[in-house]
């Protein structure tokens, strides 16, 4: 599976990332962590970056799509991958069409985060840093005075909020991901039919069975309905044998009682197996008696 995670910062589709890595078995491919790899080596790639990133530019579409062709040629990525902050640009994101397109192996989804700004906000502001061991905390649900790991050395084991992490900074690079990427990109990807949204807000658990109901649902109708003819299957099949009483449309009743979750389509599939039911079951019993 070839996917495209969108998302703000702070928005957790790097955690979500790590969770469908495990799930599926394919790479997260992080454009910050693959640059700053290509740094540390000082590759011929990394040499580049670095060269661009001492001029105070940003690295360019030109360079990533570089970097992003040399890791997409790893083994690791012939099953599939997931993309983690790219494209970040439409040139980026129509430079990562062509080359997908060249390698005959297109994209599957592009799953777009939806996290609401005040929790970005709130999450990423309250972020602390320890100085020494670099143990993150937050202030909403793990204070720093309580850190176990950093309590024994106090002195050493500064926490602090760095400055990417202060509101200002946060609310800026919202306002920028929405306007440079976000917007441009759900313009570029609407096109291509391929994009999903995913609430992002609340438990990490949770938006990870969005996620992958979202991505099962994603192959679109091909994968949902195969899912519902089983049901249907199954359903007459269990039915069949207390059939043999009077009481036949009492029986599906009690029977529907754990589906509860889709109640007015479980309970006019009843209805309709129980209309159904009722002019075999005489045919039957009358052929078994
Ligand atoms: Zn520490």
Redesign the pocket.
Known sequence: MRIVFMGAPGSGKGTQAQRLVQHFGIPQISTGDILRKHLAEGTPLGLRAKEIMASGAYVDDDTMLAIIRDRLAQPDASKGFILDGFPRTVTQAQGLSKLLGDLGTPLDVVVSFEANNDEIIKRLSGRRV?E??K?VFNVHTAPPSVPP??VGGRDE?Q?VQRDDDKEATVRERLRVYEEKTRKPLASFYSYTGLVRTVDADGDIDEVTRRLLATLKAGGGAKVAKPAKSKRRVARPAKRKPPVRRRAAPAKPKSRSKPKSKANSRVVKRVKRAAARKARPTRRKSSKRR
């Open positions: 320890c020494l061991c143990k790991e950093c084991h926490v």
